[in-house]
Structures are given as C-alpha cells and as structure tokens.
C-alpha cells in the first residue's frame, strides 16, 4: 500500500517535472550583469538555437535530412527534431526551416544567414519602407524576403500548432536569419490565434531591422519574450548605422560581453531601446568580423557547404 502510493507520488512528480521542462524561460534581469558560471542553462540554449540557425544557413534540406551542417548538426539539440519544412526560394532570395523537437515540446522556425553571395543584396537594400502602413519602417531586403516564404512558413505553422498543442513555439536565426525571424514572428503572432502566448525570439548577430518606430511596436509586442543575443565586438549588429534612417534595435539585448560567455542585458531606454553599457559600448574600430562568426563556438553555417559565410 505505502509503496503503491509513493510510486505514484513519484509519477505524479516526473509528470509535474517533465511538464515545467518543456519549455524552460530564463530569467535575465536587464540592466544586470552576470558571470558565465550562473548562466550556464542560457548558454546551453543559445547553442541549441545557434544550430538551428546554422542548419537553416547550410542548405539543409528536407530530402537530405540534417546531413550538410557539419559539427553543428552532430548535436542531439537537432538530431533528433523532425524536419517539417526546409524552403529555398531564389526570389525573393530566402531559406529555412521548421522543425518538431518532441523531447523539448517545441517547434522551431529558422531562417537562414548570409550563405549565398546572392543574399548580400538582400542584405545590402537598407532603404526602409513602411510596416504596415503605419507602424514605422523596416528594412526592405528582409522584409522581401520574409514575404517570400511567407505562405507556406504561415500554413505548415498553422497545421504544426493544431497537431502540437502543447508546444512552444520559437523563431530563430543568425545575422540577416535573426532579422528575418524578429520580422515573420511578429507578422505571425498578428495572423495566427494562439501563437502570441506560446512564441519565442531567439535572435544571434541580427543587424538593426527598422527604426525607432518600429522598434518601439516590436518592443510592445513580442520585446518581453524576444532574447536578441549579442557576441562581444560584433560588428554586424552595429549595422545599419543609427544615423541612416533612424535604425534602432528592439528589445531584448543579451550581450555576450566575453568569449566565456559572460552576459550583461540591455535596459529599457524610452526612445529608442538600445543600451549604450551593451554591445554598443564597443567602439566601431575594435569591432571584428570573427565575433560575428562564433557565438559561443559555434558558426554561421558549415563552410563546406556555403558558398559565403558571414
Ligand atoms: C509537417 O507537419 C504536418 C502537420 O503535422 C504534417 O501533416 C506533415 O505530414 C508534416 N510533413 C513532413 C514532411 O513531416
């Protein structure tokens, strides 16, 4: 009897527990600085988004399964995740992916980085224009591409979210990737019901997206449960300059501040959000392209498969 009623105490534990494991937030206090050692299950996501976004910028396609992103890939983070989608559209230029991670209860939305040399024009239309008319502006070579794959991403979410009720999910992406996933995050949240209470940003080396305007309605919506993850002295996130086009970034800054992965987090500021103690602290001319290459070890695709990495 008493061993009876412990077991399924135990059980009714192990359910409770593997419940609250599904999907674990962590708590960054901004404005707070934190050593490497006291955010270690931060870093374990970071890697685990980072090869997501790796994969999605390594040609990784549904027909070949997660065979072409090298070390990245030989991570069970992806192994063992169910592609769904993989799209490559060459106009407008945009690659991704979707996959079903069943241990960790969520899906995952990927687009790719800067691969393909064709992608550097993408990544090079800075002129901004409007966001749904009225909600500021944003850069045009993203949000092209962001509408490229927008139907099918938006279709095979819907299906997902129906068939996975109780899975989180998170959009991610390095550098253009990041953008791109801030970008169809929020045009999704505003088109699929449901998706706003259980969606995630993870973002690494994103480049500014639109300007304050804009920033300020992404802030409001999705800047609480965005995590815009910063390496160091990466220069690629200090682009486009403040001064063209009022670019600013939206929330929430984690700035890796050393190559251990020590972390300090942006504060709020009331026009535009970005925090002159974070990443911006570094001056342009210590900036180096390597930072933008290595977010926690890990890198922007498999170099022998892009035909360009940044
Ligand atoms: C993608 O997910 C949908 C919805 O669960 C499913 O019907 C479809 O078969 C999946 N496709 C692949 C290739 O796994």
Same mark, same amino acid.
């Given at each position: 009897?008493l ?8 059980l009714v534990f192990a359910?409770?527990?593997r419940l609250?494991?599904a999907?674990?937030d962590?708590?960054l206090v901004?404005?707070r ?5 006291e955010?270690k299950?931060v870093h374990?996501?970071v890697?685990k ?12 396609? #549904? ?6 992103c090298?070390l990245?890939c030989n991570s ?14 060459? #106009?407008p230029?945009?690659d ?11 899906? &995952?939305?990927?687009?790719?980085g800067?691969?393909?040399?064709r ?6 239309s800075? &002129?901004t224009?409007?966001?749904?008319g009225t909600?500021g ?7 092209e ?7 099918? &991403?938006?279709?095979?979410?819907r299906q997902?979210?129906?068939d996975y ?7 991610t ?19 699929i019901?449901g998706l706003?209470q259980r969606v995630?940003?993870?973002?690494f080396?994103e480049?500014?997206?639109g300007d304050?305007h804009f ?5 409001k919506e ?13 220069p690629? &996130?200090?682009m486009?300059?403040r001064?063209?086009f009022?670019?600013?970034h939206?929330?929430l800054?984690i ?7 020590d972390?300090y987090v942006g ?7 970005e ?5 911006s602290s570094?001056?342009?001319y210590d900036r180096? #392209?390597?930072?933008h290459?290595?977010y926690l ?5 498999d170099h022998?498969?892009?035909?360009f990495?940044w």
């Amino acid at each position: 009897m008493l061993r009876a009623s412990r077991l399924l105490t135990l059980l009714v534990f192990a359910l409770v527990a593997r419940l609250t494991a599904a999907y674990q937030d962590v708590e960054l206090v901004p404005g707070r600085r934190y050593q490497a050692s006291e955010v270690k299950p931060v870093h374990n996501l970071v890697r685990k988004y980072m090869r997501y976004s790796t994969a999605a910028s390594s040609f990784v396609d #549904i027909a070949s399964g997660w065979t072409s992103c090298g070390l990245a890939c030989n991570s069970p983070d992806v192994y063992d995740v169910a592609l769904n989608l993989t799209w490559h559209v060459d #106009i407008p230029l945009s690659d991704g992916l979707i996959g079903v991670h069943t241990r960790d209860k969520e899906i &995952v939305v990927a687009w790719a980085g800067t691969h393909r040399y064709r992608a550097l024009l993408t990544d090079m239309s800075v &002129v901004t224009v409007p966001y749904m008319g009225t909600e500021g502006n944003v850069h045009s070579g993203f949000l092209e591409s962001v509408r490229g794959a927008a139907r099918v &991403v938006e279709s095979h979410l819907r299906q997902l979210m129906v068939d996975y009720p109780d899975y989180m999910v998170v959009f991610t992406g390095h550098s253009k990737g990041g953008a791109e996933a801030a970008l169809s995050a929020l045009d999704l949240v505003r088109r699929i019901d449901g998706l706003r209470q259980r969606v995630r940003v993870w973002t690494f080396g994103e480049p500014r997206l639109g300007d304050t305007h804009f920033a300020n309605v992404y802030n409001k919506e999705l800047g609480a449960i965005t995590y815009r993850v910063t390496s160091a002295a990466d220069p690629v &996130v200090a682009m486009p300059p403040r001064f063209l086009f009022d670019y600013c970034h939206h929330n929430l800054e984690i700035w890796l501040s050393s190559a251990e992965g020590d972390i300090y987090v942006g504060q709020n500021f009331k026009e535009c959000a970005e925090d002159p103690r974070a990443s911006s602290s570094v001056d342009f001319y210590d900036r180096s #392209i390597v930072w933008h290459k290595n977010y926690l070890g890990l890198p922007p695709s498999d170099h022998a498969v892009a035909e360009f990495s940044w």
